[in-house]
Every structure is written in structure tokens, then in C-alpha cells.
T-cell receptor, first 109, second 116 residues
């Protein structure tokens, strides 16, 4: 089955700087790669997603890149703000969504 | 947009009792429902996949006799934790494909289960 690895587990960046979270997946049949932001005790919130026929997608300060050959995909957050502090999960989907282990992002004042 | 209503949002039960969690799709038909468990500071781990009208598919290591899943209609899937123990205390959350081409997924609000 699918296995999703996510790094780093914790990331601290200065407010205004960029944050990058990287994931790899194992199943070449996976065709959908969402990223979620989760606040404590709440459901994951989709922040951006990318399908396998696209290499990059951007939505304001958030971008995702996908390298299907290498089975890598990354989340980029630019001009980070305090409200970006949260846990972020990458995921990969073939017939079901499998999550990475998460990255706790701290935005430092 | 698509909404999955999950109840209860939290529950405290005694060891040995059973707890039922419901996930209801409010404005779409959920032929499939994914059930996840999340321990504190950990990721969402897929427990099982329920399909309307057929038996659920359980992930490796998940006891099907302990976590009973029923998906009797296109709008309702339930997870029953039987003979609950303190180690079953966790955040349980459901998710259903809801987007065009099933690329979108809608999550329930989650259930915090505490077994005392």
C-alpha cells in the first residue's frame, strides 16, 4: 500500500520568511496530493491540492510542486504570518487518502 | 458545499462499554466513508473504508470485531467501538469523497473519545 513520508517533523521560521515542507510517496498509482492544515482538536482543513497531471500550483502565498518521476511533492509558504502556525499534513491518494506524519510549523515573531 | 456531520463531538465512557460514532453526509451521497484515528500529536491513521451496502475493508492491524463499521445507506456510516478500553481513547474522524471526480474529500468534525 501507499506510504507517505513527511519532513521535517518540526519547523520554525521567522515571520515573513518562507517555509518548505517535503513529502515522498511510494505508490506510483497515486494521482492526487492534498495538503491539510490542522488546528488542535479540529478537523483537517484543505489548503491546497495538486493532481498528478500538473507540476505546480499556486494560491496566493501557498504553492505546491509535484515531481512524479521522483515521487516527491512539496508545500511552499511564502511571507509567513503568525496565523500560519499549525500542523500541516501532506497526503497521497490512489483509492484512499494516506497521510504523512505531519509537520508542526512555528512562526517566530 | 459538501458537509459531513459527525456525532458526538466528544464522549466519555467507562471501560467495557461500547460507543457509536455517526457520520452523515448532508447534501451529497457518500458511497464510501473513510474512518481515521488520531492519537495526540500524531497523524491521521486510516482504520477502515466503508462502502454502502457491503462489508468494510479494514487496514492491517485494525481489529474488525472491535471496530464495527456499518454503512447501511448512502448518507450514513457508523463506527462502533466495542468493549472500549483506555487505549482506545483517541480522536476519531471520518471523511468522504465529495468533489468532482472524487478528488475532493470532506471531513467530519471528529469525535474525541475518552475511555475511563
Amino acid at each position: 500500500g501507499e506510504n507517505v513520508e513527511q519532513h521535517p517533523s518540526t519547523l520554525s521560521v521567522q515571520e515573513g520568511d518562507s517555509a518548505v515542507i517535503k513529502c515522498t510517496y511510494s505508490d506510483s498509482a497515486s494521482n492526487y496530493f492534498p495538503w491539510y492544515k490542522q488546528e488542535l482538536g479540529k478537523r483537517p482543513q484543505l489548503i491546497i491540492d495538486i493532481r498528478s497531471n500538473v507540476g505546480e500550483k499556486k494560491d496566493q502565498r501557498i504553492a505546491v510542486t509535484l515531481n512524479k518521476t521522483a515521487k516527491h511533492f512539496s508545500l511552499h509558504i511564502t511571507e509567513t504570518q503568525p496565523e500560519d502556525s499549525a500542523v500541516y499534513f501532506c497526503a497521497a491518494r490512489d483509492d484512499k487518502i494516506i497521510f504523512g506524519k505531519g509537520t508542526r510549523l512555528h512562526i517566530l515573531p | 458545499g459538501a458537509v459531513v456531520s459527525q456525532h458526538p463531538s466528544w464522549v466519555i465512557c467507562k471501560s467495557g462499554t461500547s460507543v457509536k460514532i455517526e457520520c452523515r453526509s448532508l447534501d451529497f451521497q457518500a458511497t464510501t466513508m473513510f474512518w481515521y484515528r488520531q492519537f495526540p500529536k500524531q497523524s491521521l491513521m486510516l482504520m477502515a473504508t466503508s462502502n454502502e451496502g457491503s462489508k468494510a475493508t479494514y487496514e492491517q492491524g485494525v481489529e474488525k470485531d472491535k471496530f464495527l463499521i456499518n454503512h447501511a445507506s448512502l448518507t450514513l456510516s457508523t463506527l462502533t467501538v466495542t468493549s472500549a478500553h483506555p487505549e482506545d481513547s483517541s480522536f476519531y474522524i471520518c471523511s468522504a469523497p465529495s468533489g468532482t471526480g472524487h478528488y475532493g474529500y470532506t471531513f467530519g468534525s471528529g469525535t474525541r473519545l475518552t475511555v475511563v
